[in-house]
């Protein structure tokens, strides 16, 4: 459990070196992926680094969304691992909450910005 919360700190602490890549944009936010951060585990499914940056500024100052999330790429469903609400462009700036606790498996929409991420994540 040690080595995956320093896989955790480690990866977003390390954004000034980040690939990011465009994935989608819709009328609240720009999704991004870190192409370097795609890593396989288990049969079928794949850990991502997301970035969410927001249009518009959220009432406790989150501007953006540090995300790792895991894509079951068999069955189409994805869950946030953990995520940070920063307050700063492209995340990095001031920590507003944490989520550190996995949220439940949800299926993707097929009308869903995530559908995208599910895709590009499952193609690499």
């Not at 951060?37 to 049969?43: G, Q």
């Not at 469903?77 to 996995?102: F, N, Y």
Request: glycine residues 4%.
């Amino acid at each position: 459990m040690k080595i995956i919360y320093f896989f955790f700190f480690s990866a977003f602490f390390s954004n000034a070196v980040a690939d990011w890549k465009e994935i989608n944009r819709d009328d609240e936010k720009i999704y991004f992926v870190e192409t370097d951060m795609i890593i396989p585990h288990l049969e079928g499914r794949r850990m991502a680094k997301e970035l969410h940056e927001l249009f518009n500024t959220l009432d406790d100052g989150t501007t953006s969304l540090r995300i790792r999330s895991e894509y079951n790429c068999k069955t189409g469903a994805t869950r946030i691992l953990t995520m940070d609400s920063v307050a700063g462009e492209m995340g990095v700036g001031k920590i507003v909450a944490l989520q550190d606790k996995p949220s439940d498996w949800k299926l993707v929409k097929s009308d869903d910005s995530r559908l995208k991420i599910l895709n590009f994540v499952c193609e690499q």
